[in-house]
């Protein structure tokens, strides 16, 4: 019976042979198969990398239950994140609601802009027409009387009997203007102002408006005894009121009657 040996070779290590000769005789290593002895070996001397792959199969043999229930349970994961009820599905839906608000609340404001427009667009023509003065003269005494806090339907009374809309009027006592004012009165409101920017529309629009304004917050809301005082003047009001008498000189009531 031939007899495996142990033959060196030339790089240090060894190499299996069959001592003997005959038809069992093979090469142990290279093309033939390996031996039934040479088999043996290797089961019972494993390489450290094949204890490596032998370690690692039976760890996967041995938590093969564990693996699969991870498995599913990251499929499962995986598939409710995907559903209508999970955090991130919740968490994209309520962006995106936030977006539809915000751009909701944007058209809301739009539509409140577009429908001040156009209301203010209304008063403009209306009081055009009612007053037969030009739209843009119109629009200016409407928009400088929101500005400064005065309802336009009295701005526009007030300059209809002061000036009846003739921005280049002077009263006898020397008032200017659309609304009248006296250089002295205006310089009030505007210290460097000139007698000369009284016939500049929008700057007696301004301060005459200013001016109404300023006695209406004197006289606490009272619009009668502001708009005499705006004609008469604070002091002259005062001082009949002090010696109990009535200031009214029938100018509110033009004013205000102007406006029905």
């Known amino acids: ?11 240090g290590f ?32 494993p390489s450290s990398l094949q204890r490596r792959i032998n370690a690692v199969a039976g760890f996967l043999r041995r938590n093969a239950a564990k693996a699969g229930a991870l498995t599913l349970a990251f499929a499962i994961g995986a598939s409710v994140a995907s559903g209508p009820n999970s955090v991130a599905a919740n968490l994209q839906l309520r962006d995106s609601l936030r977006r539809t608000e915000r751009e ?6 739009e539509l409140a802009l577009a429908r001040q427009e156009l209301a203010r667009m209304s008063q403009v023509m209306d009081n055009s ?3 037969a003065i030009p739209a843009d003269l119109a629009a200016s005494i409407y ?35 659309l609304t009248q004012l006296m250089p002295s009165t ?14 500049d529309r929008e700057t007696n629009l301004r301060l005459g408006f200013r001016y109404l304004r300023e006695m209406i917050t004197y006289y ?21 009121r002090r010696s109990g008498g009535d200031p009214n000189n029938g100018y509110a009531g033009n004013v205000l009657r102007a406006t029905n």
């Open 1 to 11: 019976m031939t007899q495996p040996k142990i033959g060196p070779l030339h790089n």
């Open 14 to 45: 060894t190499q299996w042979q069959y001592d003997g000769s005959g038809p069992d005789r093979r090469q142990l290593f290279g093309p033939g198969p390996a031996s039934a002895v040479i088999q043996q070996w290797e089961l019972d001397n």
């Open 104 to 109: 909701l609340h944007a058209r809301q404001g």
């Open 129 to 131: 027409a009612r007053y």
């Open 143 to 177: 928009d400088i009387a929101r500005a400064e806090g005065i309802d336009p339907r009295i701005a526009f009374g007030l300059v209809n009997v002061e000036s009846e809309f003739y921005h280049k009027a002077i009263s006898p006592k020397g008032a200017v203007g």
């Open 186 to 199: 205006a310089r009030l409101l505007q210290p460097d102002l000139e007698r000369a920017d009284l016939f």
């Open 220 to 240: 606490k809301g009272d619009v009668n005894l502001a708009l005499t005082a705006y004609n008469r003047g604070p002091g002259t009001v005062d001082q009949v």
